[in-house]
């Protein structure tokens, strides 16, 4: 599994192209992209031609990218719905490393999760309905 970049940021008309010109002036490609909205925020899960070069980047533009392996999942933001996918995982043998909340939106009623596991292929696989 490549790394990827995550940007969760403020949503503003823009954004993607902003993202996107800072990357192509600094000849960085961008192999795959998925922009999620969730309410006021926005994220960017990113994959590049040269991860270290788009975080430093990013980071100098004032963007707050995160270096993934994570999954992201969208649950519903109620007790409980963490506890589900974690059982999953744990039921499947595999271990979670990190938990990272990277939006929540009270009007949706929605939170995306960033999950590190030692297994990402097989996690990936049980948790496909949450899968962003």
Same mark, same amino acid.
Do not use: C, F, H
């Given at each position: 599994?490549?790394?990827? =970049?995550?940007?969760?940021?403020?949503?503003?008309?823009?954004?993607?192209?902003?993202?996107?010109?800072?990357?192509?002036?600094?000849?960085?490609?961008?192999?795959?992209?998925?922009?999620?909205?969730?309410?006021?925020?926005?994220?960017?899960?990113?994959?590049?031609?040269?991860?270290?070069?788009?975080?430093?980047?990013?980071? &100098?533009?004032?963007?707050?990218?995160?270096?993934?392996?994570?999954?992201?999942?969208?649950?519903?933001?109620?007790?409980?719905? =963490?506890?589900?996918?974690?059982?999953?995982?744990?039921?499947?043998?595999?271990?979670?490393?990190?938990?990272?909340? &990277?939006?929540?939106?009270?009007?949706?009623?929605?939170?995306?999760?960033?999950?590190?596991?030692?297994?990402?292929?097989?996690?990936?696989?049980?948790?496909?309905?949450?899968? &962003?």
């Amino acid at each position: 599994m490549k790394k990827r =970049l995550v940007v969760s940021t403020e949503d503003k008309p823009g954004l993607v192209a902003d993202v996107s010109y800072l990357l192509a002036k600094a000849r960085i490609n961008i192999e795959d992209i998925n922009v999620i909205k969730a309410g006021k925020s926005v994220i960017i899960d990113l994959l590049v031609n040269d991860e270290a070069k788009a975080k430093r980047l990013l980071e &100098v533009n004032g963007y707050k990218p995160m270096r993934s392996e994570s999954l992201l999942v969208k649950l519903n933001d109620e007790p409980g719905a =963490l506890a589900e996918v974690a059982r999953k995982l744990s039921d499947s043998n595999i271990e979670i490393s990190r938990v990272d909340i &990277v939006s929540k939106d009270a009007e949706s009623g929605l939170a995306i999760l960033a999950i590190e596991v030692d297994k990402p292929k097989k996690a990936q696989e049980i948790l496909k309905e949450w899968m &962003v």
